[in-house]
C-alpha cells in the first residue's frame, strides 16, 4: 500500500509570490490534515478536509487555504509569501471513520523556503 | 494556553535507563490520545495511541493517561541511543482536529 505522498519535496519562492503544494493520502483514506513545522513553533494545525468538506481549522491567516477533491487528494495553497512562510509542511492521512479515533500518517513533507 | 503543552528538553537520559516524557491539555472533551517519535530531517511515526485512563504497555513502551488531569505520559524503558529523537504528543478532539505539542527532545548518552 502507498504511502502519503507530497509534492513538491523542495521549493523556493520570493516573498509576495504564491504557492501550492499537493498531498496524495492512502488509498482509502478520506481525512487529510496539513500541518506547519518550524523550529520555535513545533506541528502546528492549518486545517483538515474529510470528504472535499474543510472540517477544521487552525489560527492561520487567509492567506492560507486548501482544499480536497473527489479522490482525497488535497492541495493546500499560500498567497502572498512571508519570509515567516519558511517552515517544513506535512500532510497527515487517516481513515476518517470516527472522529479522531484514528492515527495519522504522515508524508515526507514540503520544505519551504521564502527569500 | 496552549492546547497542548509539552517540556521542550532537551531530557537527557543514560543508556539503560527510564525516560519520562509528559504532556498536558486544555480540552477535556479530548479522546483520544497519541505519541509520535521524529527523527532529525524526518516525518512524524505513531509510537502509542491510547484512549482510555490507565497504562497501556507496548515492548518498551507505556502510555499513560489520566483525563480527570488531563495529562498524558510516555515512559521508554532500557533506552538505547537509537531512542534519541523528538517525542510528539497529539491529542484528537470529538470533532477530529489532531493538535501536536512542540515535542519533546531526547537525548540518551551511552
Known amino acids: 500500500k502507498a504511502g502519503v505522498t507530497q509534492t513538491p519535496r523542495y521549493l523556493i519562492k520570493t516573498r509576495g509570490q504564491q504557492v501550492t503544494l499537493s498531498c496524495s493520502p492512502i488509498s482509502g483514506h478520506r481525512s487529510v490534515s496539513w500541518y506547519q513545522q518550524t523550529p520555535g513553533q513545533g506541528l502546528q494545525f492549518l486545517f483538515e478536509?474529510?470528504?472535499?468538506?474543510?472540517?477544521n481549522k487552525g489560527n492561520f491567516p487567509g492567506r492560507f487555504s486548501g482544499r480536497q477533491f473527489s479522490n482525497s487528494r488535497s492541495e493546500m495553497n499560500v498567497s502572498t509569501l512571508e519570509l515567516g512562510d519558511s517552515a517544513l509542511y506535512l500532510c497527515?492521512?487517516?481513515?476518517?471513520?470516527?472522529?479522531?479515533?484514528?492515527?495519522?500518517?504522515f508524508g515526507q513533507g514540503t520544505r519551504l523556503t521564502v527569500v | 494556553q496552549k492546547e497542548v503543552e509539552q517540556n521542550s528538553g532537551p531530557l537527557s537520559v543514560p543508556e539503560g535507563a527510564i525516560a519520562s516524557l509528559n504532556c498536558t491539555y486544555s480540552d477535556r472533551g479530548s479522546q483520544s490520545f497519541f505519541w509520535y517519535r521524529q527523527y532529525s530531517g524526518k516525518s512524524p511515526e505513531l509510537i502509542m495511541f491510547?484512549?482510555?485512563?490507565g497504562d497501556k504497555e507496548d515492548g518498551r513502551f507505556t502510555a499513560q493517561l489520566n483525563k480527570a488531569s488531563q495529562y498524558v505520559s510516555l515512559l521508554i524503558r532500557d533506552s538505547q541511543p537509537s531512542d534519541s529523537a523528538t517525542y510528539l504528543c497529539a491529542v484528537s478532539s470529538n470533532t477530529g482536529k489532531l493538535i501536536f505539542g512542540q515535542g519533546t527532545t531526547l537525548q540518551v548518552k551511552p
Open positions: 491510547i484512549y482510555s485512563n
Open positions: 478536509y474529510f470528504s472535499e468538506t474543510q472540517r
Open positions: 497527515a492521512s487517516r481513515p476518517g471513520q470516527g472522529f479522531g479515533s484514528t492515527e495519522a500518517f
